[in-house]
């Protein structure tokens, strides 16, 4: 079921990023709520925040060993850990693995969700963010209720 959940949210990032990059041209821009929220197709060479700009090796190698590690570790523990925590780690590696795709197949990763006030970010840069946000929620919430 975990790989099935990876999968989805997988296409879910390539098919978005599939129809920005094929039906817009960096830098163009459109507002879905104005001064708000707008789709804004570029291009990043970096992490998360443009950290790491140019250093596409790493910026492959590092995730690449974590996705496996997830993988694994989601193989290893799915009949015996709880729901919430492997779909935290799904939707990670989803994130992890939507990524890694644009990076070795062009150099860059596409993005596109951007709310003005923040940097420009992708669905995939969700996923993580969201995976993370739902694990540390779990494990405070676990850990309280096992101390």
Same mark, same amino acid.
């Given at each position: ?9 997988? =296409?879910?990032?390539?098919?978005? +990023? ?6 817009? +041209? ?10 708000? !929220? ?24 590092? /995730?690449?060993?974590?996705?496996? =590690? ?6 290893? +523990?799915? +009949?015996?850990?709880?729901? /919430?925590?492997?779909?935290? &780690?799904?939707?990670?590696?989803? #994130? #992890?693995? #939507? ?10 990763? !596409? ?7 923040? /940097? ?8 993580? $963010? $969201?995976? $993370?946000?739902?694990?540390? &929620? ?10």
């Amino acid at each position: 079921m975990y790989y099935l959940i990876v999968i989805l949210f997988v =296409a879910i990032d390539q098919g978005i +990023k599939y129809l920005i990059s094929s039906n817009m +041209k960096p830098g163009e821009s459109f507002p879905l709520i104005e001064n708000i !929220v707008h789709i804004t197709y570029i291009t990043n060479t970096g992490g998360a925040f443009s950290i790491l700009r140019g250093q596409t090796i790493l910026l492959i190698v590092i /995730p690449a060993a974590l996705v496996i =590690a997830f993988i694994a570790y989601i193989h290893i +523990k799915r +009949k015996s850990a709880r729901f /919430p925590f492997l779909f935290a &780690l799904s939707l990670i590696c989803a #994130g #992890g693995i #939507g990524n890694l795709i644009d990076r070795i197949r062009v150099g860059e990763v !596409v993005d596109f969700i951007d709310f003005r006030f923040f /940097p420009v970010f992708n669905f995939a840069d969700m996923c993580v $963010c $969201c995976g $993370c946000g739902l694990m540390l &929620l779990y494990m405070v919430l676990y850990e309280r209720r096992n101390n």
